[in-house]
């Protein structure tokens, strides 16, 4: 039972949804801004994305490859394009990014800042932080289809082999433009080092990487290397969704710079 000294617990009733409004929320500010610029940016990025995954085309110059089409392992691979193999065969005459694509992008789908930013963005559920929930009913991710979220770890160990191959894809960008010999350099060669940096950075800040470099362990003072790991990717985390965003941005502009240069909407300037 509780005294007249000791603080009490006040509830407070959710606000019910005034008339003419889309959403019940005492907030005054403008909290529908980040979800609508979210909105907006993560449609550009899949139509984008879609139209170049689709495209099927300007996905390689020497020394340049596309992220999106990277690695390239379809029988119609642009010569050169293709560093691991032609390993799926004539069966398959799709674009080849539609083959790796999944990888990516189940990485990115389930990841948990991303889930936070389209669910409110897209299924306003809920739209942002004291805003009430507009749906009757929420089961949450303990249900199909978004059980689903909880398979992102792994995601996470193929986004960190997708990283290793988009690293050695930013090594071959120091080729000379005909692909003969190292330590050249163009825009370019800058381009897909910075998107390789970028993608790295997001995926080292994962929550599931967190987990497993220093997740499970009784006593952190038994394991100081992993403490220390555990210490650096907490560090990181704390700023995983600028990196999220800076990675999306960058790996969109990597290939945007690749179609420039393929398609000749643009010439790569060269530093030496
Ligand atoms: Fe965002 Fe893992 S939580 S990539």
Known sequence: MSSSTEPSLVTT?????????????R?????????????GVLSAFVLYATWRAFANKYYYIEPYQSPFYSPCVAE????GSDSLGRIVGG??????????????????????????SYYRAFWVSPPACAVAEPHPKNTGESRWPLLIQNSHRLW?????????????????????????????MGLGSLVLTANAVFLWIYTLSCHSCRNAVGGRLRHFSKHPIRYRLWTWVSRM????NRFAWASLFSVAFADFYVY?????????????
Not at 237 to 240: D, L, R
Not at 260 to 272: K, N, T
Request: charged fraction near 15%; aromatic fraction near 24%.
């Open 260 to 272: 420039g240069v393929a398609s000749g909407l643009f010439s790569d300037p060269r530093f030496f």
């Open 91 to 116: 069966w398959y005459t799709m674009s080849p990014a539609l083959l790796i694509l999944i990888f990516p992008l189940g990485f990115r789908f389930t990841c948990y800042y991303y889930r936070r």
């Open 13 to 25: 009733p959710s606000p019910a949804r005034p008339a003419g409004r889309l959403f019940a929320t």
């Open 27 to 39: 907030r005054t500010d403008r909290w529908w801004l980040e979800p609508l610029i979210i909105f």
């Open 76 to 79: 119609d691979c642009i010569p």
């Open 156 to 184: 996470f160990y193929f986004a960190l082999a997708f990283n290793v191959i988009l690293t050695w894809d930013a090594v071959l960008a120091f080729r000379a433009p005909d692909g003969t010999g190292f330590f050249h």
């Open 237 to 240: 985390n704390v700023f995983h």
